[in-house]
């Protein structure tokens, strides 16, 4: 069974570094790219960026390219998600999810890692 | 970018009943099309791609229409479990990019 775990939810405050993990489980890791949603408070969701495990090929979108940086650890079955600086607004709830094997749609979710960003 | 709008933004339905949710592209996603339930608290689950292909283990009574700008997802008789806010997603080009939802409700 496909099954993404995230890292528990966060506090931080305004101008504070994150990093949430997503770690893959019952597939080959390094073969399918891992996505990263947001999903602000009673709001939509958002797509955020893209890696490839196997080789780090990443790809962002555009509201987000500069705001957040997406690596991973194949050793380790992980993609992460970084902030360097948090701000209030990025407050949200954030999923990983495993693209499908024909396309840039999510077959698979990862159970949501919720990160509060509060002075 | 191509932006996804989904209508109505609230439908009312009861148990039982057929349920018609529409997704209109600003421009053509021939068929890159997927549809997502989310249920309060949990994460979305894919239930359509390729704008007609059920997912693995999604009941028969989602079904998937449509192509080009208008997508259609029926629930044929809807239960109990399937209200939920229910979203589309195109997949063209990128970025990949979600309508703002449905939320169905109970009638």
């Known amino acids: 069974e496909v099954q993404l775990v995230q890292s528990g939810a966060e506090v931080k405050k305004p101008g504070e570094s994150l990093k949430i993990s997503c770690k893959g489980f019952?597939?080959?890791?390094?073969?399918?790219?891992i996505a990263w949603v947001r999903q602000m408070p009673g709001k939509g969701l958002e797509w955020m960026g893209i890696i490839f495990p196997g080789d780090s090929d990443t790809r962002y979108s555009p509201p987000f390219q500069g705001q957040v940086t997406i690596s991973a650890d194949k050793s380790l079955n992980t993609v992460y998600l970084l902030w360097s600086t948090l701000k209030a607004s990025d407050t949200a709830m954030y999923y990983c999810a495993r693209r499908g094997s024909s396309s840039w749609y999510a077959d698979s979710w990862g159970q949501g890692t919720l990160v509060t960003v509060s002075s | 970018e191509i932006v996804m709008t989904q209508s109505p933004v609230t439908l009312s339905v009861s148990p039982g009943e057929r349920a018609t949710l529409s997704c209109r592209a600003s421009?053509?996603?021939?068929?890159?099309l997927a549809w997502y339930q989310q249920k309060p608290g949990q994460a979305p689950r894919l239930l359509i791609y390729?704008?007609?292909t059920r997912a693995t283990g999604i009941p028969a009574r989602f079904s998937g229409s449509g192509s080009g700008t208008e997508f259609t997802l029926t629930i044929s008789s809807l239960q109990s479990e399937d209200f939920a806010v229910y979203y589309c997603q195109k997949y063209n080009s990128w970025p990949p990019t979600f309508g703002q939802g449905t939320k169905v409700e109970i009638k």
């Open positions: 019952g597939y080959t890791f390094t073969s399918y790219w």
């Open positions: 421009q053509s996603v021939s068929s890159y």
């Open positions: 390729d704008a007609s």
